[in-house]
Nanobody, 124 residues
Framework: VQLQASGGGLVQAGGSLRLSCAGS?????????MGWFRQAPGKEREFVAA????????IYADSVKGRFTISRDNAKNTVYLQMNSLKPDDTAVYYC?????????????????WGQGTLVTVSS
């Protein structure tokens, strides 16, 4: 599957953004659990949120729980990350990833496909 992330940009602290990740390829989009990860300058890539193939199960990093919401629309081959109450610490390149196992996971190296990333910058 090929993944294309979009929706990043510059936003003030307290603001909101919605990231999208569109998938394309031979395998049905619903074959994959999907995840969002982020990497800030000088830091390692970290887990943000993940969703099962059906959308019935979601998990979040503690740092974003209650502020971010992951969802998916398999008919549109797209996964979303709604980010509210953004903080400067949320500044990072955000990556979407697809995992051939059906349940959501937190471990980056378990994901099989990655998008190119979209930059989110939160100003104070």
């Amino acid at each position: 599957v090929q993944l294309q992330a979009s929706g990043g940009g510059l936003v003030q602290a307290g603001g909101s953004l919605r990231l999208s990740c569109a998938g394309s390829g031979r395998r049905p989009f619903s074959s994959f659990a999907m995840g969002w990860f982020r990497q800030a300058p000088g830091k390692e890539r970290e887990f943000v949120a993940a969703i099962s193939w059906s959308g019935g199960s979601t998990i979040y990093a503690d740092s974003v729980k209650g502020r971010f919401t992951i969802s998916r629309d398999n008919a549109k081959n797209t996964v979303y990350l709604q980010m509210n109450s953004l903080k400067p610490d949320d500044t990072a390149v955000y990556y979407c990833a697809a995992d051939l196992t059906l349940g959501p996971g937190r471990i980056a190296h378990e994901y099989d496909y990655w998008g190119q990333g979209t930059l989110v910058t939160v100003s104070s």
